[in-house]
């Protein structure tokens, strides 16, 4: 692997590049340039130009997208077509099903969901799960916040408002009982407090990747749910199912986006919890981390940029090094945690 192409420029996307090109060749691919020089050849083109990526496309070893999730599957089944390793961030079960349908084919990895969540959440879950000769539950909990929260929402869009309402719109998949379910997203809502403060967590669509098929008859309970400020959820389901704007998905990112534009200080929270039989009886193993905003280069990024492009950069160098699949889909269950952050992105998770 030496030549990576990397479409989407945004700021997940350009941080992408900028990790990525310490170790290869790196071209990205936008419409525009971003704001700031990001050290590597930008290629202006359209996404929709589909002439432009077949051409495009087969001159590079390994293909990157970091666009919203519905631009996602043009672009894979070109890479595909021409063999080539593909990544990406989507949360969008859809996608990702004709992704895993298409890899049954496929000369090159490929690798979708290799964010947060999905990703590296899948990664530390499935790192815990290891540790027990028999699993009863597994829950995972991510929540990208600003660090100071106004308003009745608490929020801001440091991530693609697209991607969040297509996981606040879409069902959720689970284990409930032993048996893989989809339960409504909002739903759920559990009341959590970590060092002193106060959250809450509830179903959203996508968090699990391919993990309820990896844990079928395995566990008594999987679940994936968002943590955000409490009184969220509510105000969120009100928005979109009494106020019937859910049919109107740009709509409600055009108000949301404007309401709530991102923050410079942002905190990313990781938890996990699996519980399960060892030899000595039943037990019970956690994960948990807050991350803020990092240097990187000499400018500073959002801890949900930082934390998405590492996590993404990561496995691209795992790939590399011949330490995952090099051709064929990769869960992001299947990768070993600790081997993630021995790569040269994957040791920021460290700090």
Not at 23 to 28: D, E, H, I, Y
Not at 203 to 210: A, D, H, I, N, V
Request: glycine share 8%.
């Amino acid at each position: 692997m030496k030549t990576i192409l990397v479409f989407g420029m945004g700021k997940v996307g350009s941080l992408v590049g900028i990790l990525l090109n310490k170790r290869f060749n790196v071209t990205g691919f936008d419409k525009t340039n971003p704001p700031e020089n990001p050290g590597f050849t930008i290629i202006n083109g359209d996404i929709n130009d589909s002439t432009l990526l077949q051409e495009t496309i087969p001159k590079y070893d390994t293909i990157v997208s970091c666009m919203p999730y519905n631009l996602n599957l043009s672009i894979a089944k070109i890479a595909h077509a021409h063999s080539k390793h593909y990544f990406d961030l989507t949360e969008d079960v859809p996608t990702t099903k004709a992704i895993l349908e298409m890899s049954a084919t496929a000369k090159g990895a490929m690798a979708p969901q290799c964010g947060l969540a999905p990703g590296l959440i899948g990664i530390i879950g499935s790192d815990l799960a290891k540790r027990f000769t028999k699993l009863r539950d597994i829950e995972l909990r991510v929540g990208a916040l600003p660090m100071y929260p106004n308003g009745l929402l608490g929020y801001s869009f440091t991530w693609s408002p697209a991607g969040v309402i297509n996981e606040y719109i879409n069902d959720s998949e689970v284990i409930h009982n032993g048996e893989k379910k989809m339960v409504p997203s909002l739903d759920g809502l559990e009341h959590i407090n970590i060092e002193g403060r106060d959250y809450e967590a509830f179903s959203t669509s996508g968090g699990l990747g391919t993990m309820c098929e990896t844990y079928e008859g395995k566990v008594d309970t999987l679940n994936y749910k968002t943590i955000r400020y409490p009184g969220h959820a509510k105000l969120m389901r009100f928005l979109l199912y009494e106020l019937i704007l859910k049919e109107k998905r740009e709509l409600v990112e055009q108000i949301l986006t404007e309401a709530k534009p991102p923050v410079a200080e942002d905190v990313v929270i990781v938890y996990a919890v699996v519980e399960g039989w060892k030899k000595e009886g039943l037990a019970r193993e956690e994960y948990y981390r807050s991350f803020h905003p990092i240097e990187v280069d000499g400018k500073k990024w959002r801890a949900i940029s930082w934390t998405t492009a590492a996590s993404l950069a990561a496995v691209v160098e795992m790939v590399a090094d011949g330490k995952l699949p090099q051709q064929g889909f990769i869960k992001q269950e299947d990768i070993d945690f600790n081997a993630f952050l021995e790569t040269q992105t994957g040791s920021y998770f460290k700090a």
